[in-house]
């Protein structure tokens, strides 16, 4: 299987380049989904990050709140570096053992690892193949605000606390811009798709 590495930064279009990859076929591993199992506070990485931060960042359930959690670590890189390292081990061993179920289930197809840090981490050179979606600032900006509910200088904190997506860019085998229309992202989600199912069946044709 061809291993698809799919990364941007917050509020890029990121997501909703993920979906359209699923419709078209490709198996679909997202670390946020991922990252989310791992907050829960009775496991292992829960109570470390509880431990790490303190009870305010637990809601009235006495599950981690994410909100809360992000509050507190994007206005504070050495937080924000404590948490990456509490749980982004975790995160890739389990998208790892994600790969190795697909792989295990199937004889072919393309798998895409959605994950915001993956530049960050150095872990997009385990992939055969990296995708970085990006849009226009302003609508970068817009975008957060309306969907995190926050004020403008908020969301250029948050936008600024990430790696310049310039950097990203730089070891992007594919580019998607999804500051136009949804039919617009798809046109260039459908054309790298084909493009990946080419080398899918030339990586096949090397191993036969």
Do not use: W
């Not at 699923?22 to 989904?33: F, M, N, S, V």
């Not at 969907?147 to 580019?175: C, F, W």
């Amino acid at each position: 299987m061809l291993h698809v590495g799919l990364t941007g930064n917050i509020a890029s279009g990121k997501s909703q380049a993920a979906v359209m990859f699923a419709e078209l076929g490709a198996h679909i591993i997202d670390a946020d989904t991922v990252g989310h199992s791992l907050l829960k506070s009775g496991n292992e990485i829960g109570k470390k990050i509880i431990g790490a931060f303190g009870t305010e960042i637990l809601g009235p359930d006495g599950e981690i709140d994410r909100r809360k959690l992000g509050n507190a670590v994007f206005i504070n890189e050495g937080k924000r570096r404590l948490l990456n390292s509490l749980i982004h081990p975790a995160i890739h061993s389990e998208i790892l053992r994600s790969i190795f179920e697909l792989e295990q289930s199937s004889s072919g197809g393309i798998i895409v690892v959605d994950a915001a840090l993956m530049v960050e981490t150095g872990h997009y050179r385990m992939y055969d193949r990296l995708i970085v979606v990006t849009c226009d600032p302003a609508l970068q900006i817009a975008r957060l605000m309306n969907r995190d509910g926050l004020n403008e200088q908020e969301a250029r904190a948050r936008i600024m606390s990430q790696m310049p997506i310039e950097e990203k860019l730089r070891v992007a085998h594919y580019t998607i811009d999804s500051s136009g229309t949804l039919k617009q992202t798809r046109e260039q989600v459908e054309a790298i798709y084909r493009d990946l199912l080419i080398h899918e069946m030339r990586v096949k044709e090397r191993g036969r």
